[in-house]
């Protein structure tokens, strides 16, 4: 049951109105990283979920994201209301102030509608804990650009808030994500196929006209891991093999 308390999880103050910059805040309300995409994907994976404890999580932190709209949503009114009546400020977003009258609708910053494709619910819980964890730090840079482009000291203070509140909520779907106890590439109940799991792909080709050097690291050697030539290039080969005249490599030699 939601009751709404009629005070801002984080009370906004801006100084001068930048309807540029209250445009761009819409990514945070109606965009796919945004606080409103957020509040949905966790909520409706706690109504999902049967795990009592991660299901207190997800909800209380999808009720916090309701709490993180209406705290972007106040701001970007503030900065989007001399599109009321302001013709010259209309000009940053004429959409805005045609048919919104210069309030925030579910729309990102470029007027697309908010969907709900931008949701990632699949019913298995450490695989949306995961989606989480990545959604957070994604909402966590975008709140970092915002930040980059305003001046306005209030409007930086809401943000960095929300920005901290970002790296909390990372925090805490990590924590119940390792304490469920899975191993780190345990998802969902069918084993993968032995040495094809650990087989790295070299899909991009060689130097010279084949493109630049492989690079090596932790993500295709030490270990488990076996460097494989990609598929594809092996058939390149083979065929080039196949058409080579006799005396080169692979045929017959004259003397």
Excluded at 90 to 106: E, F, Q, W
Excluded at 121 to 144: F, M, P, Q
Excluded at 203 to 228: H, I, L, Q
């Amino acid at each position: 049951m939601y009751h709404h308390i009629k005070q801002l999880m984080y009370t906004v103050r801006i100084g001068q109105p930048d309807p540029h910059f209250g445009n761009m805040l819409l990514e945070q309300f109606g965009g796919a990283n945004g606080e409103l995409a957020a509040a949905m994907q966790y909520s409706v994976q706690g109504l999902n979920c049967d795990d009592p404890e991660r299901k207190d999580l997800l909800m209380d932190v999808g009720t916090e994201e309701l709490s993180h709209l209406e705290v972007v949503g106040t701001l970007a009114r503030m900065h989007l209301k001399p599109l009321k009546n302001d013709r010259k400020a209309a000009h940053a977003d004429p959409l805005i102030a045609i048919a919104g009258g210069g309030g925030v609708n579910l729309y990102n910053s470029a007027g697309d509608a908010w969907t709900a494709d931008y949701l990632k619910i699949t019913g298995e819980l450490d695989v949306d804990l995961r989606s989480n964890i990545a959604a957070e730090a994604r909402a966590k840079i975008v709140y970092e650009r915002l930040i980059d482009f305003t001046d306005d000291q209030g409007t930086i203070d809401a943000l960095q808030f929300l920005m901290t509140r970002e790296i909390t909520h990372m925090k805490a779907f990590t924590a119940a994500l390792e304490s469920m106890g899975k191993p780190t590439f345990s998802i969902g109940k069918i084993p993968p196929t032995p040495g094809l799991v650990d087989q790295y792909f070299n899909d991009s080709t060689g130097v010279g006209d084949r493109g630049e050097p492989d690079a090596r690291g932790p993500w295709n050697e030490g270990g488990d891991w076996e460097m494989v030539t990609a598929p594809a290039f092996q058939e390149l080969e083979s065929a080039s093999a196949g058409t080579r005249a006799p005396g080169s490599n692979g045929g017959s030699r004259r003397h």
